[in-house]
């Protein structure tokens, strides 16, 4: 069974940082491509970052040059560093992989980006 767990959401200021990690379970982690998505309240669902198996990194363009997507493959660990954060930012983050088809989701966690 795949599994997916967020954690390192929270309250920032404007301009600060926040890490979020994604623990995955179930999966042959390092074969598996990895991403976070984002949904802020009345807004569609948004793909921040993808990471590949071969650790090739693609990013949204509303927060491209501020996050960085990371993995770890020995501790089956995805991580999101967010730098300059904005207002804008205010979301639901959620981790995301697919195995065989089927889209798995992490249970979100929330990112507040307020002074």
């Known amino acids: 069974q795949v599994r997916l767990v967020e954690s390192g959401g929270g309250l920032v200021q404007p301009g600060g940082s926040l890490r979020l990690s994604c623990a995955a379970s179930g999966i042959i982690f390092s074969a598996y491509a990895m991403r976070w998505y984002r949904q802020a309240p009345g807004k569609e669902r948004e793909l921040v970052a993808n990471i590949g198996a071969s650790g090739a990194t693609m990013y949204g363009s509303a927060v491209k040059g501020r996050f960085s997507i990371s993995r770890d493959n020995d501790k089956s660990l995805v991580s999101l560093q967010m730098n300059s954060l904005k207002p804008e930012d205010t979301a639901t983050y959620y981790c995301?992989?697919?195995?065989?088809?089927?889209?798995?989701w992490g249970q979100g966690i929330q990112v507040t980006v307020s002074s």
């Open positions: 995301n992989t697919i195995s065989k088809g089927v889209p798995y």
